[in-house]
């Protein structure tokens, strides 16, 4: 590598940890002009992240308010980061509820979560949810990144058949929606989600990536 192309490590992990995420929801801000960054910064992301089985609440939820409220221990590893952060209490989702649909709790809960619509009960072609959050912060900001969103996971699971009490596997398998009838298949494999981030999509370009790692 010539010296031009020379940085150092601390400024490669910098830059790593800026690009792999998704831009701030327009709505925090007054204009969308504003989430634009600044010269030589990168933009700001918006990240959502799904916890299949939860988290132990008496030690995920602090017991007082406040800025000087104590960090719960599952989240004192976070504890320099404390005034960068808010832990949020109270929420509720009801439509992971059955509403009259019966059985089917994990994939309700798994569609409402980021578009908060009742999943059609059904284990065929005719799901239907609704447009996820991410994605209506994807189609007004996105064009700020290369990609608009990212859909990552660590298990891509099924995409048909009946996996929950009815419900079909696309409800129990992804978080992310294009549209009502359009669940986004996350991509699992880390070799790809690589190349899909840094190739420039010459021909060829993936297998010279191969070789350089």
Not at 83 to 109: E, I, M, S, W, Y
Not at 122 to 151: N, Y
């Amino acid at each position: 590598m010539s010296k031009s192309f020379e940085i150092n490590r601390r400024t490669a992990l910098q830059g790593l940890g800026t690009a792999l995420a998704l831009p701030l929801l327009e709505g925090m801000l007054p204009r969308l002009a504003q989430a634009a960054p600044a010269a030589g910064k990168s933009p700001l992301r918006f990240a959502v992240l799904y916890v299949p089985n939860g988290v132990h609440m008496q030690d995920w939820t602090p017991a007082a308010e406040g800025a000087s409220y104590e960090l719960p221990s599952t989240l004192q590893a976070l504890a320099e980061l404390k005034q960068d952060f808010c832990v949020l209490t109270g929420l509720t989702q009801q439509k992971a509820n059955a509403n009259g649909d019966g059985p089917g709790d994990h994939a309700r809960a798994l569609t409402s979560f980021l578009t908060g619509c009742q999943a059609r009960k059904t284990h065929g072609a005719d799901i239907r949810a609704g447009v996820s959050a991410d994605q209506i912060a994807a189609d007004q900001i996105g064009k700020l990144t290369r990609f608009p969103s990212l859909e990552l996971g660590c298990d891509a699971g099924a995409q048909s058949g009946n996996c929950d009490s009815g419900y079909s596997c696309a409800y129990s398998s992804n978080i992310a929606w294009k549209s009502d009838t359009q669940p986004l298949v996350k991509e699992n494999n880390p070799q790809l989600v690589f190349e899909r981030l840094f190739t420039n999509g010459r021909p060829g370009e993936s297998a010279e990536a191969r070789a350089r790692r």
